[in-house]
């Protein structure tokens, strides 16, 4: 859909505005020294003029930042507050930290950037850092992301340089917009989440059969591995093959169809804008003749084109009829009622997407993952469900809301692997945030400034979770840890975020997430990871096993993206379940 994207790649505006921005002092002097020619009043020789215009430059910027740093002290000290501890490189614009979080952070485990390997625990959950002259806040402080994400949301959003670096993919989508605009999308969206639509089990239950018959077709052609965690929609294709594991190339073929080669352009698409983030400004100079995104970005506009036209069309069909059910309504159904500009739906969808089709695959994969990684939590999970549901029954709302350990389980999963373990808000105005030491005064955050936060980490604070929160347990949901921690606290978990821009679809994805996994373990009596089928290069590195906690235990390599996902796929083997398992 070219029509709905600048044609320019997304970097050249971003570089030619800040190449035009650092000529201003250079342009001033041209000027200045003009002037004074004209008037007789002085006359600079031409290699000093060309010299002077030169080296304005450098002494401009370098004046702008001391007078910078001296204004943000001079406006904290004015509202009785102070800057947060900093985090020093030893080369110029912290180059060395800059290459050491790039290269933890392609290679290392979740969180090693900045976080495990950083200052965050010698500066007690909160520091700053300046990464070529842009400075950001580093937090894993519940009362931080709690005064971010809720009691000063109005002081905090997404800020242009976010919505600049997503915009070719995300436009003007709800999680890349602020104010009115965000407001729109979620008075748009907020109805379909209606108590009726998040337990439409009878819409899971198609889906969830279709994964586990191509599951059973898998195995019983002795195709031993499988993996998880994919959209149904690819489901109408072959599943996966493992590297070991090599079909015929007509077998092959089946499995790239056009749903497959989506899904993999729309990861691809993700994993090109979280680089961008990751790489702060300096990411539009890589991107100034072609954008990191557009080739991928063709191949989901040409998937998802003619479904945005077909919802029209159906939407107008629909409008003529005096008599219409809406049991079946889809969520872009809903959205074409509100709306037929071609772009936010597009861009509505593809955010939608994101929150909903990703998040809710990979938690399950993850949750897949731990079942199969501790077999006594899968063992008590299935008799769980065998004794509320039975080993055929069809699960209700009430069964669900009724069954602890399963959502134990899920909470888990969710607290260990959150799906969106990292993101930033951008101070608006000057304001405070609380200061990690309560004895100390807030700390001083100027507009424009980013805090960017992990989830990920937080979850994992023993200060909040306890001493074992390194650790896979789900009993900690229903035994006497949850009033100890969670329940005094409810901010140190957050997987769906909270506040105003809380997940809309929190609940749908509980119920979602519940129903497939009661219908997989009614299915399988036993999974075990097939190692063997793991890509090569997917592998968990050796120094692992000698980390705390949960991580010393891995036995895939989890990676992030915008959202979280377990790399080249998590490949188990799965046992059906028989008459005498039940």
Known sequence: MPSLKSRLPPGLPLVLWWFLSQLLPAATVVVAARVLHSHNVLHIPPLLFAFTAALSIPLWYAARIVFGKWRIKRRAARMGAVLPPSWEGRSFGNMDLFKECMERWTKGYPGDSFWNNGPIREFNGLYSVTLFWDTMYITTDVNILKAVLATQFQDFEKGEGFRDTLKDVLGVGVFNADGEMWKFHRTMTRPYFSRDRIAHFEMFDRHADVAIKAMRERFQNVRRSSSFGHCVHSLKHD??????????????????????????????????????????????????????????????????????????????????????????????????KQTEDPTILHDETLNIMIAGRDTTAATLTFAVYLLCLYPHVFKKLRAEILEKIGPKGMPTFDDIRAMKYLRAVINETLRLYPIVPFNVRVASRDTTIPNPDPSKPPVFVPAGVGVVYSVFMMHRRKEYWGPDALYFDPDRFVDDRLNKYFTGNPFIFLPFNAGPRICLGQQFAYNEMSFCLIRLLQHFSHMELDLSAQPLDARPPAEWVNEEGHRSNEKITPKTHLTLYVQGGLWVKMTEASDRDA
Do not use: C
């Not at 080669?261 to 300096?282: D, I, P, Y």
């Not at 479904?307 to 079946?328: H, M, P, Q, Y």
């Open 239 to 336: 599943l996966p093959y493992a590297h070991n594991d090599r079909p015929s190339p007509e077998v092959a073929a089946l499995s790239k169809g056009a749903s497959a080669l989506f899904s993999e352009a729309f990861a691809n698409v993700q994993g090109a804008l979280a680089m961008r983030l990751h790489t702060g400004w300096v990411w539009a100079f890589e991107e100034v003749f072609r954008g990191r995104t557009k080739g991928h970005m063709e191949v989901v506009d040409a998937y998802l084109q003619p479904i945005l036209e077909d919802a029209v069309r159906k939407n107008r069909s629909d409008a003529n009829e005096t008599e219409k059910d809406d049991d079946g309504e889809t969520l872009l159904d809903h959205l074409v």
